[in-house]
């Protein structure tokens, strides 16, 4: 965790929950040990989904469907969902989630690689959660500008790899340096690209938020 354990120990004391199902969900998860949104990031997630109110949401990264649920309960009745999953396990247990909320109609899952199927995707977001291989993130940034329309949120989790991002490569664990690199590339493109305002926080693993000024935002 960023921050102090007895700090987010007592923030997770208010925690209201998020309704039988995708509390359900989280235990499900915690138990099989797969990876999913923290409280604190999911509490911010559907904050910044409730203020900005978008019709268009692009996830990358499913698992096994709990952060598109969250963002499912508080965006607009008109909105929909599209999350890319490549992971072949998790698929029929995000599937199964989505039915059991019945969401089958405002959720679409597209299954592969998340590189080759943001290529393919075409028109624009207006909200774009980032919760994937944390070393593809700057590889898949190109896309997410073009997807990304002018006012659009980008919303990119797992930013700071549990503080390590601060260290030298060589401070590292050897297979953890290549996403370390990365990051970093990652976290400095949003910091400085011209068509982006970014605030990175230090909430869960790390949160960026970044705006997609008017104009010109190509990469």
Excluded at 71 to 96: D, F, L, S, W
């Amino acid at each position: 965790m960023i921050v102090n354990g007895r700090l987010t120990a007592y923030l997770h004391s208010l925690d209201t929950g998020n309704g039988a199902l995708c509390d359900a969900i989280e235990k499900e998860a915690i138990k099989a040990r797969v990876p999913i949104l923290k409280r604190e990031t999911a509490a911010l997630l559907k904050t910044m989904v409730l203020l900005k109110r978008p019709e268009r949401i692009l996830e990358v990264g499913t698992a096994v469907g709990y952060s598109a649920l969250i963002m499912a309960q508080v965006m607009p009745a008109t909105a929909h969902i599209t999350t890319i999953e490549k992971y072949e396990k998790r698929i029929p247990e995000a599937k199964k989630n989505f039915s059991r909320a019945g969401m089958e109609q405002r959720i679409t899952l597209l299954e592969g690689d998340a590189g080759e199927l943001l290529a393919g995707l075409s028109g624009s977001f207006d909200f774009i959660f980032m919760d994937a291989a944390k070393g593809q993130y700057f590889n898949w940034l190109p896309h997410l500008m073009r997807l990304l329309e002018p006012g659009g949120l980008l919303v990119s989790d797992n930013v700071l790899q549990e503080g390590t991002i601060i260290e030298s490569r060589y401070a590292v664990e050897r297979r953890e340096r290549t996403i370390h690199e990365r990051m970093r590339e990652y976290l400095y493109a949003l910091t400085h690209h011209e068509g982006l305002e970014t605030a990175v926080l230090t909430v869960g693993d790390g949160v960026a938020l970044s705006v997609r000024k008017p104009g010109k935002a190509s990469f």
